[in-house]
């Protein structure tokens, strides 16, 4: 009885879901949260500048 009851109690031992694990991570958390908007305003600034047109002084 107390084999079933030890057995019944590691099958009903799940995975930790892999978002737990992230918001379980202050670290993981701080490092996204300075590098994800880094990397944003990077591209975004990368964008824009592309986007300047090119004077007519220059020709």
Same mark, same amino acid.
């Given at each position: *009885? =107390?084999?079933? =009851?030890?057995?019944?109690?590691?099958?009903?031992?799940?995975?930790?879901? &892999? *978002?737990?694990?992230?918001?379980?991570? $202050?670290?993981?958390?701080?490092?996204?949260?300075?590098?994800? $908007?880094?990397?944003?305003?990077?591209?975004?600034? &990368? *964008?824009?500048?592309?986007? &300047?047109?090119?004077? $007519?002084?220059?020709?």
């Amino acid at each position: *009885m =107390a084999d079933q =009851a030890q057995s019944q109690a590691e099958q009903k031992e799940e995975r930790v879901p &892999v *978002m737990q694990q992230i918001l379980d991570n $202050p670290f993981l958390l701080l490092f996204l949260g300075i590098t994800v $908007p880094t990397v944003f305003y990077i591209l975004w600034g &990368v *964008m824009e500048i592309a986007t &300047v047109p090119v004077t $007519p002084l220059a020709k």
